[in-house]
């Protein structure tokens, strides 16, 4: 059974910086594709990050320059690194892996306070 599990959220000052991760527990995980999307109250769900198997990175312009995606494919994990985050960075934080077939996490909360 596939289970991807975030954590690393939490509740954090404008400017501060928190580091979400996500472990994998799925065969084949160099493989995938890794992103990470996030859902403010009210909104869409929206891409954030992803890193493909090979490593190349996309992050969308309104965190570029603040946040990193990265993966270990040791550890089965992907991480987003997120610096001088903003009250409107507040939202829930999903996992997605993509490949042979698409999964999610239950996503962990990112609350930022002014």
């Known amino acids: 059974q596939v289970q991807l599990v975030e954590s690393g959220g939490g509740l954090v000052q404008s400017g501060g910086s928190l580091r979400l991760s996500c472990a994998a527990s799925?065969?084949?995980?160099?493989?995938?594709?890794m992103g990470w999307h996030r859902q403010a109250p009210g909104k869409q769900r929206e891409l954030v990050a992803f890193?493909?198997?090979?490593?190349?990175?996309k992050i969308v312009d309104s965190v570029k320059g603040r946040f990193t995606i990265s993966r270990d494919n040791a550890k089965n994990t992907v991480y987003l690194q997120m610096n001088s985050l903003k009250p409107e960075d507040t939202a829930v934080y999903y996992c997605?892996?993509?490949?042979?077939?698409?999964?999610w996490g239950q996503g962990t909360q990112v609350t930022v306070s002014s």
């Open positions: 890193i493909t198997s090979g490593g190349s990175t």
């Open positions: 799925i065969s084949s995980f160099s493989h995938y594709l």
């Open positions: 997605r892996a993509t490949w042979a077939a698409d999964y």
